[in-house]
């Protein structure tokens, strides 16, 4: 399977797993359920186009896949403490997997940046 194919299979595949997570916690209005979807689209498109473009980590197959688990796990993970800890709204929730993000990418370059000035 080539890696575009791969990388839809995974995307659909966690995006089916937030829809059920979603359901779980309580299905949310349209809006909400919108924004939450939106925000995981745009996040995917982000590292994906991120690490496509070489921005972010090396261009190897093996390290990008175990790159985007550790995001996926601790992403949840974090999503799952917030809403343990307290009842944060569904637009609470998409602005904190926004800024999870956004502090990942900063780590993922700040990483790059400094092994290449290592070398």
Known sequence: MNPIKKEIVWFFGVLI???LLLV???FPKILEFSILIATF???WVI???SYKKG???N???KSLRKELIWFVVLLTIFLSLLLLLGSPTYTDLALMALVFTAIWIFRSFLFKYLASRKN
Request: net charge negative.
């Open 17 to 19: 797993a937030f829809i």
């Open 55 to 57: 921005i972010l980590g």
């Open 59 to 61: 261009n190897d197959t």
């Open 47 to 49: 590292l994906s186009i």
């Open 24 to 26: 779980l916690v309580g």
């Open 41 to 43: 689209i745009f996040t």
